[in-house]
């Protein structure tokens, strides 16, 4: 819940003598963009933990990155939480996060993952969980071999029979700028227009609109992002379970480069006044039990190195094994961007 910031010192009363000791209370203040409202009981966990009292305000990425750019160096935000790993290229790059150093979290998170490191050596952001963008297929009418590659979603064989949202969604664009990293910027140009051609129709909706549409018949093939489809797996609600009837999942290009991985995380805040306590937040977030909260109540994989958790979802999602997934430094996908979009123009995906 959004909340005002209240003072951060608590003066004594022998301040007018000329006495005074400020001393700071433990607080954090935290700006989100995680969109999942069962992130409380990582807030709690952290307070619970450490004394620490997070102050938090709730928005979108682009609410928090423009409140940022309009507060400047006063700006009471220590930790930024995002959703997506081409939104923090541009947070980087717009110099909103102080790069910072911590063994520990240099130590569990690998570093494709994180934010190349800073002149100084310090990482301006953390991914701290993991989502893979995955197609979904409809299964009386689609072989899981005409669709284990994201370059088939842009094959002959597959035309008219393509839902996916907004090509403008980051979502997308890191998924595109993930594929220009591979295949270079021509296939990539080549690619997206093949997509425009096989499309069901124009792109409306968020992920799980698209996954509702394979089950419907609207469409045979969709993208998404995995907990979107982790989460109407495990839903007891009966149009969601026949969705999985008709609904399969593949992991493109197990035999390639791997499947596309974006991330959710977070970095330090610019002018962060509480910075001790802004590094210990990242460092709880990569801990095994908020990663097995990531991974339990938001149906994400744990970007920490070997963390067990327990998601009988995200498990049959992949058949019990482990998937091959990209190996590219994720802030690249943000690099690619402007001519990502630039492509979509020409190619005319909305
Ligand atoms: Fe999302």
Known sequence: MPIRFKSLLITCTLAAAGLAHAQEEPVLNLYSARHYATDEALYTG?????????????????????????E??????????????????????????????????????????????????????????TRARVIVYNKAR????????????????????????????????????????????????????????????????????????????????????SYYLARIMRSDKSDDKNIMQKVGVVFPNQNSWGTHLNIAGGGVARHAKHKENAIKFLEYLASPEAQNYFANANNEWPAAKNVEFDNPALKAMTGGKPFKSETIPIGAVGANQVKVQQMLDRVGFR
């Open 72 to 129: 400047g160096a006063s700006s009471p935000a220590d930790v930024i939480l995002l959703v997506d790993a081409a939104r923090f290229y541009r947070g980087e790059v717009d110099g909103l996060f102080q790069p910072v150093h911590s063994k520990l979290l240099e130590d569990v998170i690998p570093a494709n993952l994180r934010a190349k490191p800073a002149a100084d050596g310090g990482t301006a952001w953390f991914g701290l969980s």
């Open 46 to 70: 952290f307070t619970k933990l450490t004394g620490i009292k997070i102050n938090r305000v709730d928005s979108d990425d682009a609410g928090i990155m423009a409140r940022l750019k309009a």
């Open 142 to 225: 689609v072989k899981p071999e005409d669709v284990d590659t994201y370059e088939k979603l842009a094959d002959p064989r597959n035309k008219d029979k393509v839902c996916i949202r907004s090509g403008s969604h980051p979502y997308n664009l890191s998924l595109f700028g993930a594929v220009m990293e591979h295949m270079g910027e021509e296939r990539t140009q080549a690619w997206l227009k093949g997509i425009v051609d096989n499309m069901a129709r124009w792109p409306k909706g968020g992920d799980t609109d698209q996954i509702k549409a394979v089950a419907t018949g609207e469409c045979e093939i969709a993208v998404t992002n």
